[in-house]
């Protein structure tokens, strides 16, 4: 899987794309980019070192601030 080609190509089909380097920096970008009433979707063939349960909690904790 070549994901700097799949976001070229999503790119020059005009989407906005951020890499993420680590799991922690996708959890920190998300955070930071999710707004009330956004929905995020994760998707992996593995546990993703736990990003969605991570990203709920981080999410849940922001709410409750």
Partial sequence: FDRAAL????RAA????ALADSVDDA???ARA???PD???VTMS??????L???LL???GAAADA
Avoid at 7 to 10: I, K, P, S, Y
């Fill in 45 to 50: 063939s593995g546990s993703f070192d736990g």
């Fill in 33 to 35: 980019l999710l707004r």
């Fill in 7 to 10: 976001a070229d190509d999503l």
């Fill in 14 to 17: 005009g989407v906005a794309v």
């Fill in 57 to 59: 909690a981080a999410l």
């Fill in 27 to 29: 959890l920190d970008r």
């Fill in 52 to 54: 969605p349960q991570r």
């Fill in 38 to 40: 956004d929905v995020a």
